[in-house]
């Protein structure tokens, strides 16, 4: 698309067009992290990761040009990423000074995919629940920001009975109150909180 850059700013362009975080964006436009084949307690910590976002697209591009080879895949992916490099090009001639992006370079919005992949081929139904997944992802999140939780059983077995009991929890993160929940076990109820605390703090799986 610019032949004539200069290593530093093409290295720039390059590294803001395959970047991680712009894999991450296109994986999820494709819904392909949900198509992941996890363990139940990693599947919701996995998923909202973005290098595993990005990962996954990645696995999935070379999954095409193997089965398509690289003239079945090349115009899907000229067409997908020709907005990013635009867009990553205006960032960068600001700071080198280059020259205004040439003609042929700009995408009409309608044009933007207007090649889109092939679908994936759908995954066999999973009869195991993967909502154990949010106390992982929870208690991670804490232990990034340094938070403090402390897990607060009630009393009694709730509605449940002596041999089958359903246990109740709260949740408090630096003595405030992030969620709560019951279940059969203590870590089903942990788990249910931890959904509510997800929620609390602004992320939604």
Known sequence: MYP?????PSTKIRALVVGNSTLADISRMYDLPRRLRLHPAQAITLRASVNIQADVFE?????????QDLLGVQPWLKALFTPYATEAYKRVREQHRL??????????????????????????????STTIGHL??????????????????ADGTGEGTKTTPIWLVRCEVDGEVYGRGQGGTKKAARNEAAKEGLKKMGIEV
């Open 99 to 128: 020259p205004p992006i040439p003609t042929t370079a700009l995408v009409a919005p309608d044009s933007v995919l207007s090649s889109p992949p092939p679908s994936p081929p759908h995954p066999r139904p999973c009869t195991t």
């Open 59 to 67: 696995s999935y591009v070379g999954g095409l040009y193997l089965e």
């Open 4 to 8: 004539n850059l200069r290593v530093g």
């Open 136 to 153: 992982a992802l929870f208690n991670q999140q804490l232990q990034k920001a340094n938070r403090i939780v402390e897990w607060i059983y």
